[in-house]
């Protein structure tokens, strides 16, 4: 089993034993291995969120921000060699981009939290109460506020598609929460709901994360 | 598998005449940069490229050497690539702030061994791969994807660029936000594709695997022929469908999960060997006989 199939087998797991072949590749493999130590700190974390939202202990951060740079998944930029989206976040102190950072693996959090809980199928995502999903919507929120605006990306086909794209997101987003306020049985809604929120948190994490890794 | 070696076998004799005019000097404005590397390698190699804007095509040989062809026209990049084992890596490194597109442009060829596994990061322009057996993974938010004869674990995120996949074989998963999804004649054994505005096409024989093809709006459309043979589920919030496919209850009497206040077909064409879901929350679903 390779690294790539471990992951996808990992996104799908709900909760059981792993496999033989899966067992076997997290024995060999040191890097899937501190995978998994993530995502337990991230489920961890995500547990202890109430109804507010509050800031993470900087332990959270500094263990996750370690535990992504030495999977080589986010990097220092380098400011000789800055990125086509390095605009994005050069203009920002550290602080916000970290806040960024952690405000999306929270909202990440939230959503692999209410996954691992619900399972992954549409009739058991469409269980998402109305609490849950102002959490995850709060959560959302205050993401898109730490995270830098699309307008500096460098080119323009970048930032076209990440105007567009944001504002597309939104829209669905709008329309889905209409539409399960109307028809709160609609499991099928609920979860493109949910699939939607999932979309926003991989689109700002997608924009914090190309821009810090400076490429 | 035989009949994937086959293929890659028939696909290698082409793919080795393609790579000899690939070597043919480039015919480059006068004022381009061109750096031609290349890198021994053993076994199954992993080449990692990134890229801002540009070009970045793909394409296999049957020798065990991985050759880099980058060209740029401005100062403002450069072209990097070197060679940890068997792990190359490529990279355009641009050079200040404020660059135009046509600063931040560097366009790539690069011949791989058959067996290769790729790792490619780029944000506008277009990705080709012809003719690659290995893992392969993109990451791309306006540049389109163009896959042939590929075959292993492909993995596809983008925000707003298009994919097309002519003969793919494997595993597939396509995440895109607004870019539309060409499947034509595929061999997967597995296919989860979404794309949120975009639209999803599927042409091509229905007899094995399993397929999930998901869009918030735009079009689902799938061709089908009277030999194919599939498990259908078909479902929307407030979309259409349109089932041109006569479907019977499934033979095996299995029970379906039905979502509830939603539109769905389900049923079984011919013994339902390949295995396909449908899903959209407004668009349009269409299943439909090949012309």
């Given at each position: 089993m390779q690294c790539t199939e471990f992951e996808s087998y990992l996104e799908q797991r709900s909760g059981e034993p792993f496999p033989p072949a899966a067992a076997a590749h997290l024995d060999a493999c040191a890097n899937c291995r501190n995978l998994i130590a993530d995502f337990d700190v991230i489920e961890t974390s995500a547990a202890a969120l109430g109804a507010e939202t509050p800031e993470p202990p900087e332990r959270i951060w500094v263990s996750l921000r370690a535990a992504l740079l030495s999977e080589g998944l986010i990097r220092e930029p380098e400011p000789e060699h800055a990125?086509?989206?390095?605009l994005l976040t050069n203009w920002l102190p550290r602080p916000a981009l970290a806040g960024a950072y952690v405000a999306i693996l929270l909202a990440a959090a939230v959503l692999i939290g209410l996954r691992g809980n619900l399972g992954t199928s549409y009739n058991t995502a469409g269980m998402l109460n109305g609490l849950e999903i102002a959490a995850v919507k709060e959560t959302l929120r205050s993401a898109e506020t730490n995270t830098p605006s699309v307008?500096?990306?460098?080119?323009p086909d970048v930032t076209s598609i990440l105007q567009k794209d944001m504002a597309l997101v939104d829209n669905f987003i709008a329309m889905c929460e209409k539409q399960v306020r109307e028809e709160p049985q609609n499991t099928l809604a609920r979860e493109y709901l949910f699939g939607a929120y999932q979309q926003k948190a991989d689109l700002l994490a997608t924009i914090a994360d190309r821009g810090a890794r400076g490429d | 598998m035989n009949s994937i070696r086959k293929l890659a076998s028939h696909w290698g004799c082409r793919a080795a005449a393609l790579s000899a005019a690939l070597l043919l000097p480039l015919a480059l404005p006068a004022s381009a940069h061109r750096i031609e590397k290349r890198f021994p390698v053993d076994g199954r190699p992993v080449v990692i490229v990134r890229n801002a804007h540009g070009r970045i095509d793909v394409k296999s040989w049957k020798r065990m050497e991985v050759v880099v062809v980058g060209t740029h026209t401005s100062e403002k990049n450069e072209v990097e690539s070197k060679q940890i084992d068997n792990r190359i890596e490529v990279n355009t490194h641009l050079k200040?702030?404020?660059?135009?597109p046509a600063e931040m442009e560097a366009n790539y060829e690069i011949t791989v061994p058959e067996e290769t596994e790729l790792q490619i990061q780029t944000g506008s322009g277009t990705v080709i791969v012809e003719r690659v057996y290995g893992d392969m993974t993109f990451d791309t938010v306006a540049a389109d994807v163009q896959l042939q004869e590929v075959y292993g674990f492909l993995m596809v995120k983008t925000i707003g660029g298009s994919l097309i996949c002519t003969r793919c074989a494997g595993r597939l998963s396509v995440t895109s936000i607004s870019g539309n999804i060409q499947l034509f004649q595929p061999q997967l054994d597995f296919a989860r594709v979404q794309t949120t505005s975009g639209n999803i096409l599927f042409d091509g024989e229905l007899r094995r695997g399993s397929y999930n093809l998901k869009n918030y709006s735009g079009i689902i459309e799938v061709r089908f022929s009277e030999t194919d043979s599939f498990d259908l589920n078909a479902s929307t919030v407030l979309g259409s469908i349109e089932n041109l496919a006569t479907l019977k209850p499934d033979p095996r009497g299995a029970r379906r999960q039905v979502p509830r206040a939603s539109n769905a077909f389900i049923g079984t064409f011919n013994e339902g060997h390949a295995r396909i879901e449908l899903s959209t929350y407004n668009g349009k679903i269409r299943i439909r006989p090949r012309d």
């Open positions: 990125g086509f989206l390095a307008v500096a990306a460098r080119h | 200040g702030q404020n660059l135009t």
